[in-house]
Structures are given as C-alpha cells and as structure tokens.
C-alpha cells in the first residue's frame, strides 16, 4: 500500500496561498491521490483528487510531480474558514472493492 | 443537495448500554462506510458495504460491534454493550464507484460518550 508523508503543521497569512506538501514515493500506477480536510467538530470534506495531471476546482488546486513521487494543494487566497487539518490519501484499491486509508495530516492554521 | 445524515449528532450512555448509530448515504450511491476517530487512532475505517452487502468488516474492533444495511437508503451501527473506550466520533461516508475513482462523502458525525 502506498504511503504518505505531510508535514505535522503549517502556518499561512490570511490572503496569501496555502501549498500543503505531500510525499507518496511509493504511489502505484493506477493509485490516485485525494485530498480531504477536517474542520473542528465536522466530517472530513472532499477536496480534490487526480492521477498525474494537474487538477483545479472551485476549492483548490492540484499538483502532481512528473514521476508522481509527490504533490501540493494549493489553496490560492486562504481564508480564516480554510483553518482545519488537511489529509493527502494515495487511494488503495482491492480486488473487490476501495479503501481509504487517512494519516495524521497537515493542520493548517490560517493567521489573519 | 443533501449529503449523508448521521442520527444522533451527539449520544451520552452508561457503559453496558446498547447504543445504535444510524446513516442515510447520498440517494444512488452504491458504497457506504463507517469510520471511527479518536485523539488516539485518528480515522479508522470500521466496515463497508457495496449494494447493501457488507464486504469488509476487518476493522470492526470485536464482536460487540455489527453493522446493517437493510436497503440502500439506510444503515445502523451497533455497539452492545458499549464500554467507554468506545466512546469516539464515528462517521458514515458514501460513494458512487460506479464511475471509477469517486471520493467519498461523509456525514458530520455522531459524538459518542460511554460513561
């Protein structure tokens, strides 16, 4: 299964683009990378995901490294809202069916 | 659009009750998972179903724990008797895998408290 590695903690002035880092060297051909985020008291939120090219929706952006080893979401003018704890997850996918698996993730603190 | 509904939001019970979570997954999706999260463990994934079939319950602590799916629009988690170190958030998440790759959505939680 691949893994992931994100830093415990980050700060990011309020206005400015939060880049959340995330290192999965071990990423499989077919294994897509998501990204969630968790604010206090609330059920994990879908972000983004991708598999090698880059991805941008209303919330965020994407970026994949050319031999998929690692990536960064980029949050382009964060927001105090933007505070919560970030979750890269490379998807693990069995025989029969999916599996998410999520690790400690990158609490973003979002200063003003 | 509504998202997944977890009942109740926040549950507090005296240890060796029998404490039931239950789950109503977005309309038309075809998996549904339960997740436990402690300051401890962080998200653990419990069990999940595909078209109402439980197909991975190797998360699921011990045998105090089951998990129902009677139709597509419904599931409940059971815990009994529940002991304290049960008490945790515990999350029901859906998604449509028909397509391939689809993220899951979850619910806002049941906070629960076994004292």
């Known amino acids: 299964d691949a893994k992931t590695t994100q830093p415990p903690s980050m700060d990011c002035a309020e206005g400015r683009a939060a880049n959340l880092p995330c290192n999965h060297s071990?990423?499989?051909?077919?294994?897509?990378v998501y990204w969630y985020r968790q604010i206090h008291s609330q059920g994990p939120q879908y972000i983004i995901h991708?598999?090698?090219n880059n991805e941008t929706n209303e919330m965020a952006s994407l970026i994949i490294t050319e031999d998929r080893k690692s990536s960064t979401l980029i949050l382009p003018h964060a927001t105090l809202r933007d505070t919560a704890v970030y979750y890269c997850?490379?998807?693990?996918?069995?025989?029969?069916?999916?599996?998410?698996?999520f690790g400690p993730g990158t609490r973003l603190s979002v200063l003003p | 659009d509504a998202g997944v509904i977890q009942s109740p939001r926040h549950e507090v019970t005296e240890m060796g009750q029998e404490v039931t979570l239950r789950c109503k997954p977005i309309?038309?999706?075809?998996?549904l998972f339960w997740y436990r999260q402690t300051m401890m463990r962080g998200l653990e994934l419990l069990i999940y179903?595909?078209?109402?079939?439980?197909?991975?319950d190797s998360g699921m602590p011990e045998d105090r724990f089951s998990a129902k799916m009677p139709n597509a629009s419904f599931s409940t988690l059971k815990i009994q008797p529940s002991e304290p170190r049960d008490s945790a958030v515990y999350f029901c998440?859906?998604?449509?895998?028909?397509?391939?790759?689809?993220?899951?959505?979850f619910g806002d939680g049941t906070r629960l408290s076994i004292l």
């Open positions: 998440a859906s998604s449509l895998e028909r397509q391939g790759n689809q993220p899951q959505h």
């Open positions: 071990t990423i499989s051909g077919n294994e897509y």
């Open positions: 991708g598999l090698k």
């Open positions: 997850i490379v998807r693990v996918k069995q025989n029969y069916g999916q599996n998410f698996v």
């Open positions: 309309s038309g999706h075809d998996y």
């Open positions: 179903f595909n078209n109402n079939v439980p197909i991975d």
